[in-house]
């Protein structure tokens, strides 16, 4: 079996949730890309790489959610989505900032523009169109009670109907991938 996993913003594969997930299923082959910053790069290149990798369930944080979202005809876990980036100043705003965790590139800093800005902002006019029968009975969303940074439980729910609260906050911490992530993709993958 095999998971695709894609970070949050200004993190990488190589984050705490990563090393925690593979913990808690060492039996399953967990695939964690570094994202591309800007979208336009981003997308098209999940999108081949999901196609290459044939993952059983795609589970994705904040802005990772907003790409998993749009991996139509898999299954897939959407966790404290971030459907709206563009408008997130308090996240998205223009300059160089630091990576959260190391990236296989290297990299240490990204630079966000009012490009990339506009970048986001274009795709989540888009991101909800494609959406199959299969990806509204195979698409969960989980929200965290105390999540401050993103609330998109509404705007998920007028497309998907698998929403569960669950007590945490925006960042995954292995207690809310123990009680909320871990027997969800159980149930979904059957294990």
């Given at each position: ?163 569960q609260r669950f007590d945490g906050e925006h ?21």
């Amino acid at each position: 079996m095999k998971i695709l996993y894609f970070h949050g913003f200004a993190s990488s594969g190589a984050s705490g949730t990563v090393e925690l997930l593979r913990k808690l299923f060492p039996e399953i082959e967990i695939v964690a890309p570094d994202i591309p910053v800007d979208p336009v790069e981003a997308l098209p290149y999940l999108q081949q790489l999901t196609q290459d990798e044939q993952p059983d369930l795609i589970i994705g944080t904040s802005m990772g959610a907003m790409y998993a979202q749009q991996m139509f005809g898999f299954k897939k876990i959407c966790v404290n989505p971030a459907f709206n980036m563009s408008t997130m100043s308090k996240v998205l705003k223009t300059g160089t900032f630091k990576f959260l965790n190391g990236r296989k590139d290297h990299q240490k800093e990204f630079r966000i523009t009012r490009n990339i800005i506009q970048h986001f902002n274009q795709m989540e006019r888009q991101q909800f169109k494609g959406i199959t029968e299969f990806d509204k009975e195979n698409t969960y969303g989980l929200f965290g009670i105390h999540d401050t940074t993103t609330n998109c439980y509404d705007l998920f729910k007028k497309h998907y109907a698998n929403a569960q609260r669950f007590d945490g906050e925006h960042h995954l911490n292995e207690k809310a991938l123990r009680h909320a992530v871990l027997p969800l993709v159980k149930q979904i993958l059957g294990i």
